[in-house]
């Protein structure tokens, strides 16, 4: 049940990626010290079968590794690899280390006649999908060539060869010619229904293609990227020409097809099932991606005007800065063609400005996960901008290691207030959808070094496998981790966060309206404060008009302590007589006119008579009398 989101994660990784060599306005920065030492001691590649992991029953008093390269990091690097063997379909291998998965989905593609077992599980189900699976690979590819040496301190290469190659061979398979691609195995409509073991996987498992006559432009580019940056792995990296120049030619067909089928169109058009978790927004920043690999890997110039024509389609009204997703890869565009044309004649000024206006909207934003729109101007020196990008990436590590405000490293199997309930049907050991939260009672495995998704917007989390949103897990997530922690395996003098932390989330006050109550509260204070003000202001300017209505009001009062004064003077018993004749006065009504003693004695309002006319003038209207 795999929704559209962004990887954060994959922006941090892109910044440390561009902090190693796509800002290079001066030859003599070193992006990262050169790393000699080797690993002093073994790696166990061994792993417990038991239901939980255990953990250190202390937390250290600093960060300070107690070695190089830190095992802690070296750990992590193993465990985010030791996921996509977790996610692994079809028939297993011999040294598979994860012994809690089964053979599955042996009969994928059986319904259009060719074989399409194997690959990875997208994220908790059985579906498989191309859109996210080529992201995943070129972005592990990448954080492999960047920081390749990393892998070799943690003795990891092998595990590296094994994940990508797990992949590639799948997407060999789902490129069975030059003019089809096939992008979806499963319904989503079964899969989502369904939450049990690898064993009993439902039916159907249909399988999708896009192709020359129904083209999906976006995949087929985003597939030509995999191809490509995996390409360059093997031949740079891991000494695998053969497989390399495979890989290439796969790369070049797929680009061809993406650019000459028509209409150039996204591919839920063609296969709408995707729909359901996968759909593509456009198709052009898939063009600028797949061109910008094929010119890493070709230096043929051709590529990179391609690339560069692209993102100018992209750009005709502003620079796009939107974060990085599987969708949108407009921001790593710019810093892949930044890095690749240092010390060429394509245009490397331009992409070097795209890459740090994108770097500087990126680390400008004011909060995790929170990114601004529009950039800033770039006043810094290039070492500067280094540094500010670097730590960005090392802010995201560390929140996703424990430094947030749950104390929450978002790994499963690394300490003891990681997740323990991840969205994934297999590691739950549970059987039915409707017991999905309750049935086991605990997770069954442990799904080592799986990312989920982690907290929401107020960094809240919630461990609950149902909510897939915070708690699954997907190839997408851990792509580009798998970089990071290459990049702290070769560069990092302390252990993650977590290393301090004691076990316990700590309890945070709630969220009303999306703010703390401790927000409220000073709202409300605020608002108090703000009304006293106010009304101080509006006093003073008003200081006359009290002053003057004080006043009156002191001498009414002054007035009705005479009256009482005289009152009390005259109430003694010497002047009764006199008291009862001033009150007899004050009581008496006034004399009134002779004509008027016959009315009121009669209980009428007395009328004054009207005045007379002149005997010989006209009688007015306004003088006649009343009735």
């Known amino acids: 049940m795999k929704a559209a989101g962004y990887s954060l994660w994959a922006v941090g990784a892109s910044l440390a990626i561009f902090t190693t060599g796509a800002l290079a306005q001066d030859n003599s920065i070193t992006a990262t010290p050169t790393v000699t030492a080797r690993p002093t001691l073994p790696v166990s590649k061994t792993w417990p079968t038991a239901s939980a992991p255990t953990y250190p029953d202390q937390p250290r008093d600093t960060q300070e590794s107690p070695s190089f390269p830190d095992p802690e990091y070296v750990k992590l690097l193993d465990y985010t690899l030791l996921f996509f063997e977790a996610q692994r379909s079809g028939k297993l291998p011999p040294d598979q280390r994860i012994t809690w998965r089964n053979d599955s989905a042996l009969n994928d593609g059986k319904d259009v006649g060719i074989d399409l077992s194997g690959g990875y599980y997208d994220a908790g189900d059985y579906l498989k999908f191309i859109f996210p699976l080529t992201f995943a690979l070129s972005q592990t590819c990448w954080g492999g060539l960047e920081f390749y040496e990393g892998y070799q301190l943690a003795d990891e290469t092998k595990y590296l060869d094994q994940m990508v190659r797990w992949g590639m061979d799948w997407l060999i398979k789902a490129h069975p010619n030059n003019n089809t691609l096939f992008v979806q195995v499963g319904v989503s409509e079964v899969d989502n229904n369904y939450w049990g073991p690898d064993t009993h996987i439902p039916l159907p498992r249909n399988s999708f293609q896009v192709n020359n006559t129904h083209p999906g432009t976006d995949v087929m580019a985003d597939a030509a990227a995999a191809f490509a940056s995996c390409s360059m792995l093997y031949r740079d990296k891991l000494n695998d020409t053969a497989y390399a120049n495979i890989l290439q030619t796969h790369a070049e067909s797929l680009f061809r097809l993406a650019e000459t089928a028509t209409p150039q169109q996204v591919y839920q058009t063609v296969v709408p099932a995707v729909t359901c978790c996968y759909a593509s927004s456009d198709f052009v920043d898939e063009l600028a991606w797949g061109a910008a690999w094929m010119y890493k890997l070709t230096k043929n110039t051709l590529y990179a005007q391609k690339a560069a024509r692209y993102i100018d389609q992209l750009n005709i009204r502003s620079v796009q800065t939107s974060p990085v997703t599987w969708d949108d890869k407009c921001g790593i565009v710019y810093i892949l063609m930044a890095g690749a044309t240092v010390g060429t004649v394509d245009n490397n000024e331009k992409w070097q400005g795209l890459a740090e206006e994108f770097a500087q909207v990126t680390v400008d934003a004011p909060k995790p996960c929170s990114f601004t729109k529009d950039g800033s101007s770039i006043s810094a020196s290039a070492q500067e901008n280094i540094d500010r990008y670097r730590s960005f990436a090392l802010g995201q590590i560390n929140y996703l290691l424990g430094a947030n405000p749950l104390k929450t490293p978002y790994i499963v199997g690394v300490h003891h207030n990681s997740p323990i309930n991840p969205h994934s049907a297999p590691a739950s050991g549970g059987i039915s959808v409707d017991s999905i939260d309750t049935f086991p009672e605990k997770e069954t495995y442990t799904i080592y070094g799986a990312l989920v998704g982690g907290p929401d917007k ?56 999306g703010m703390e109550v401790w927000q409220i509260i000073l709202i409300v204070i605020g608002s108090i404060f703000v009304a006293v003000a106010i009304g101080a202001i509006v006093c003073y300017r008003k200081r006359e008009q009290i002053r003057t209505w004080a006043a009156a009001r002191k001498q009414g009062r002054v007035d009705n302590n005479a009256n009482k004064h005289s009152m009390k003077n005259l109430s003694g018993p010497h002047n009764r007589n006199n008291q009862e004749a001033v009150v007899s006065n004050l009581a008496a009504p006034p004399p009134l006119p002779n004509g008027q003693e016959r009315a009121q004695s009669q209980g009428q309002r007395p009328v004054p008579a009207p005045p007379l006319p002149s005997r010989n003038g006209p009688i007015l209207l306004e003088d006649a009398q009343r009735m």
């Not at 949103?469 to 580009?480: M, S, T």
Request: aromatic share 10%.
């Open 458 to 513: 107020n960094d809240r989390f919630e461990d609950h496998r149902s909510d897939w949103r915070q708690n699954e897990v997907a190839l997408d997530y851990n792509a580009p981790f798998n970089g990071l922690m290459a990049y702290q395996v070769m560069t990092s003098k302390l252990s993650p966060p977590y290393v301090t932390i004691p076990a316990g989330r700590p309890d945070l006050p709630p969220i009303l309206n």
